[in-house]
């Protein structure tokens, strides 16, 4: 079993930057892990992946070159690297685990079998 939890969400100005936390319980090292965004009455965004084994890094092209996703291990923990916010990055911020490491699905929310609660993020203009 799998339990994520998320931090680091906010309120920030456009331009700004925010870390968000995903702390995991359960074993989480050989599973893809993602970051998914949702905003009121839309569905599901893709964000950024780090897969398992390797730990190469996917990320939407609406984010590629601001965000970066990295993942601590020891820690059991990943990160959300966000820089240079725009205001269509609001959103509700979610990260997931999968069940292993299929390269194919690492961009589907269908693949993801644990969530986290979610975490705001709110960029004014």
């Known amino acids: 079993q799998v339990q994520l939890v998320e931090s680091g969400g906010g309120s920030v100005q456009a331009g700004d930057s925010l870390r968000l936390s995903c702390a995991a319980s359960?074993?989480?090292?050989?599973?893809?892990m993602a970051w998914f965004r949702q905003t009121s009455g839309k569905e599901r965004e893709f964000v950024a992946a780090?897969?398992?084994?390797?730990?190469?890094?996917y990320y939407a092209d609406s984010v590629k070159g601001r965000f970066t996703i990295s993942r601590d291990n020891a820690k059991n923990t990943m990160y959300l690297q966000m820089n240079g916010l725009k205001p269509e990055d609001t959103a509700v911020y979610s990260c997931?685990?999968?069940?292993?490491?299929?390269?194919?699905?690492?961009?589907?929310?269908?693949?993801?079998?644990?969530w986290g609660q979610g975490t705001q993020v709110t960029v004014s203009s």
């Open positions: 780090v897969r398992w084994p390797g730990g190469s890094t």
């Open positions: 359960g074993r989480t090292l050989s599973r893809n």
């Open positions: 997931a685990a999968a069940p292993g490491g299929i390269l194919s699905t690492i961009r589907t929310p269908d693949a993801y079998g644990y």
